[in-house]
């Protein structure tokens, strides 16, 4: 079955690099999403990567895809204290319809 | 504004109300979801809708009771609620393709 897995906690500096790592199980995935999650609010949509793609840079944000480890991760380079929040990671699988499966989520706290 | 409003941000009922929640999107999307987020607990998916037809109830007690009444509108109807449904409730929608979910801001319910 399906399964997503995150730590739970990371801490980090400001200005330094936040790298929030994601295992997957499912080896059949489309692709692959992060989405933030600030205090009191939805989840917003950060980025995503094709599953046959090993890279993706967007901005201050890499997304790293090992599909054979089936490990995905998210680095956010000059972290600063606006990328506090919630980070999950989500795939999408190979006839699963629309249907994104989320990982437990890991709280970024980023100190001054 | 993500483009999915849900209504209303906060609400406090009792054991015995009956209240209910509204999810609208007007982005076009043909895909409709209500998940449940509680404290140290991962994303559930409760129910999805297809173009306006229940394709998946993951097992939801009886007292929430979703409906669609077209593609745009997506209600959770709650009724009888216990204190452990006290959550963050959150409406997301999608369309077919590599975009993800859209998600709503969320409903804060506290049952008391």
């Known amino acids: 079955g399906e399964d997503v897995e995150q730590s739970l906690f990371l801490s980090v500096r400001e200005g330094d690099s936040s790298v929030i790592n994601c295992t997957y199980t499912d080896s059949s995935s489309t692709y692959l999403y992060w989405y933030k999650q600030e205090p009191g609010a939805g989840l917003q949509l950060l980025t995503y990567?094709?599953?046959?793609?090993d890279m993706k840079q967007d901005q201050r944000l890499t997304v790293l895809l090992n599909k054979k480890d089936k490990h995905l991760s998210l680095r956010i380079a000059d972290t600063q204290t606006g990328d506090s929040a919630i980070y999950f990671c989500?795939?999408?699988?190979?006839?699963?319809?629309?249907?994104?499966?989320f990982g437990t989520g890991t709280q970024l706290k980023v100190e001054l | 504004e993500t483009g999915v409003t849900q209504t209303p941000r906060h609400l406090v009922m009792g054991m015995t109300n009956k209240k209910s929640l509204k999810c609208e999107q007007h982005?076009?999307?043909?895909?409709m979801y209500w998940y449940k987020q509680s404290a140290k607990k991962p994303l559930e998916l409760m129910f999805v809708?297809?173009?306006?037809?229940?394709?998946e109830n993951n097992s939801v007690p009886s007292r929430f009771s979703p409906e669609c009444p077209n593609s745009s509108h997506l209600f959770l109807h709650l009724h009888t609620l216990q204190p452990e449904d006290s959550a963050l409730y959150l409406c997301?929608?999608?369309?077919?393709?590599?975009?993800?979910?859209?998600f709503g801001s969320g409903t804060r319910l506290t049952v008391v």
């Open positions: 990567i094709f599953s046959n793609m």
């Open positions: 989500a795939e999408k699988i190979t006839g699963g319809g629309n249907k994104l499966t």
């Open positions: 982005l076009g999307h043909n895909a």
């Open positions: 997301a929608s999608s369309q077919e393709g590599n975009y993800g979910y859209t």
């Open positions: 809708y297809n173009f306006k037809e229940q394709t």
